[in-house]
């Protein structure tokens, strides 16, 4: 049996990690599901750091077998297949996919993995341990009482005034608050990882160090690669991420709880959530996430996330403190609503 998966990158060219992991997560399920081997894409074109451990990890090479069956799995699965019962379950979702189409073993299958970031992190929940491993993360020794805040901020080209002021703002009223809270708080909270792309020298990032710096953190500027940069944002105790798929895999990675910016969520019947612009989204598990948590007694408390800048001071000292799990249906990463009633914001 010779079963071939291959990955359909977001562009002509491979886009930076947070984007292509979701075609690589996708095509690490089907070699679950159908057996076989992964084909990476060309990263060699690439001006990411990534591609290296992607390619030392997985062989990426010229294929000259000639499959007849070829399987293009695209964006239709999740509309077709998507329901309550899987939860948008990529590997789930496959193995539906075969049973309907009388797929079987000895078929000799090229499967293309091209629903590219359709279904989001949602869909690829199964590999968090797969790629943990591939990118060399240990969540060991996490839970010591010197915690780590690891602040993501992505700093504009210069050329770019629009961005700039953007930027400004989200320092002034995300950014600087957010760390103002975790430092007051009771979560113990001293060590800041600054992840940026710029250098330590860019008045942002002198700005928010120095700022930081007077609150009393210990912080921490580590020029590195993006790999390296991955790595601190998911042995975080709290992460305060930018609004970049690369700060959201940071998230999916980690155990960290997260705040996420109050001008980027879509609100819905007195829910908030991210990623709310897409109709299969919205109907799909936003909606179904907002009905299970209308339905069975509501806890905010189960929210690893947390959306800044609405909730109350006695509400967010709990929330540091709450340490039992979390509810999915309440995680914004995975699709998820939080609630901004009067129990819990301002």
Not at 338 to 346: A, D, H, I, L
Request: proline share 3%; hydrophobic share 35%; charged share 20%.
């Amino acid at each position: 049996m010779v079963n071939l998966h291959f990955i359909s990158p977001m562009g002509r060219k491979p886009a930076g990690l947070g984007n292509e992991i979701f075609g690589l997560a996708k095509a690490i399920l089907g070699t679950q599901v159908f057996g076989g081997e992964l084909i990476t894409p060309d990263y060699s074109n690439s001006m990411h750091e990534y591609p290296k451990t992607i390619l030392e990890n997985f062989r990426s090479r010229r294929v000259n077998i000639t499959l007849k069956n070829r399987i293009n799995v695209g964006d239709e699965i999740f509309a077709q297949l998507g329901n309550r019962e899987n939860l948008w379950d990529y590997k789930i979702l496959l193995k539906d996919y075969a049973f309907r189409e009388g797929l079987t073993d000895g078929q000799n299958l090229r499967i293309q993995h091209s629903s590219k970031m359709v279904g989001g992190f949602l869909a690829i929940r199964d590999t968090r341990e797969t790629l943990r491993k591939l990118f060399e993360i240990d969540l060991s020794g996490l839970d010591s009482k010197d915690k780590s805040v690891s602040l993501h901020l992505r700093v504009p080209d210069i050329s770019d005034s629009i961005s700039q002021r953007i930027l400004q703002r989200q320092i002034e009223e995300y950014y600087k608050p957010a760390l103002r809270d975790l430092y007051s708080s009771d979560g113990a909270f001293s060590n800041l990882n600054l992840i940026t792309n710029a250098n330590s020298e860019n008045s942002y990032i002198s700005d928010l160090t120095k700022f930081a710096k007077s609150l009393g953190f210990r912080c921490n500027y580590d020029p590195a690669d993006s790999l390296t940069h991955l790595k601190l944002l998911a042995k975080s105790n709290f992460i305060i991420p930018s609004v970049s798929t690369f700060s959201l895999l940071g998230i999916f990675l980690s155990n960290a709880k997260y705040f996420w910016p109050s001008n980027y969520t879509s609100t819905n019947n007195n829910w908030r959530s991210i990623w709310g612009h897409e109709k299969l989204q919205i109907l799909g598990p936003t909606y179904w996430f907002r009905e299970l948590n209308e339905s069975h007694n509501y806890n905010p408390l189960k929210s690893r996330g947390m959306i800044h800048g609405f909730f109350n001071p006695y509400f967010f000292q709990e929330w540091i403190k709450y340490n039992s799990d979390y509810e999915l249906s309440q995680d914004l990463i995975y699709y998820g609503s939080t609630s901004f009633g009067k129990e819990v914001y301002k």
